[in-house]
């Protein structure tokens, strides 16, 4: 079968099954089977599909993530690396990232709190080589993904593990950036696929905001006075952020790329 066809064949399979994205997903499982870019497969619809690409069909239409079947996802403009160990990079977490690159002084120490792929670290740190980043994970299994993707990307980011600040020395850094656990387990708007796939510890936190409370709290013992914190949050969750950072200088909660509240930044009084 040529690639024309198999699209239309395993599009049509995946909207059958409420796969919102059914012809991107085909068009990318397609072109991982041919070991080619996206473009190219598009570009050549004549030529004949390997067997495997059935394989990965199956694996999608039972929920998997495109990303774990590819083993990579594009985040700012960047392919990362990624696999059952760690959280897939979401759009809306280039906000997060944004608006770090755009705010954090110059030549600062910064620590990307529970690192998972790296993605934001790693683009950090590339976009502002002036900044020494640090990386923690609590989970060794995505730090080793993480150092990968700093291999891939020649970026200069140190890796520790560590359970979100716990071995961070008062007062000793400049900026620090998360994308915490923030889904509440009880949540039943979460997708089928990111519930069963995805790592539950980089996304499950008791309430929504118990890990996001801490993340506050060791915060504003690490940070130097006036260090900023930025972090990601879940939809619905801004007033109790904004409870949460009570005490706080600067307080914003800006909005991602689909107009919802999505980041917290804030500075040490």
Not at 181 to 203: H, I, K, M, T, W
Request: charged residues 30%; glycine residues 6%; proline residues 4%.
């Amino acid at each position: 079968m040529n690639v024309r066809d198999w699209i239309a064949i395993a599009a049509k399979e995946l909207e059958s099954q409420g796969v919102e994205s059914a012809k991107l997903d085909a068009t990318l499982l397609v072109a991982h089977a041919l070991n080619k870019t996206k473009i190219e497969a598009i570009a050549h619809p004549e030529w004949t599909v390997p067997s495997k690409a059935d394989e990965y069909l199956k694996r999608r239409l039972n929920r998997e993530p495109v990303a774990y079947i590819i083993g990579k996802k594009e985040f700012f403009g960047r392919d990362f690396i990624v696999d059952k160990r760690v959280l897939i990079p979401r759009p809306e977490t280039e906000t997060l990232v944004a608006e770090a690159i755009s705010r954090i002084p110059a030549g600062s120490k910064v620590i990307d709190v529970g690192t998972g792929s790296g993605a934001i670290a790693i683009t950090l740190e590339m976009e502002r080589r002036d900044l020494q980043v640090i990386a923690s994970d609590l989970s060794k299994g995505a730090l080793e993904v993480a150092s990968q993707n700093r291999t891939k990307h020649q970026a200069n980011v140190s890796l520790i593990c560590m359970d979100c600040l716990k071995a961070t020395r008062p007062q000793s850094i400049d900026a620090i950036v998360s994308n915490p656990p923030y889904v509440d387990p009880n949540d039943l708007r979460l997708d089928e696929g990111v519930r069963r796939f995805e790592p539950s510890a980089a996304l499950f936190a008791e309430t929504g905001t118990t890990f996001i409370a801490r993340l506050i709290l060791e915060s504003r013992m690490a940070l130097v006075k006036n260090g900023l914190l930025l972090f990601e949050f879940g939809e619905g969750q801004s007033d109790e952020v904004r409870t949460l950072l009570r005490g706080w200088n600067s307080i914003e909660i800006i909005k991602d790329l689909f107009g919802r509240d999505r980041v917290a930044i804030a500075s040490k009084p």
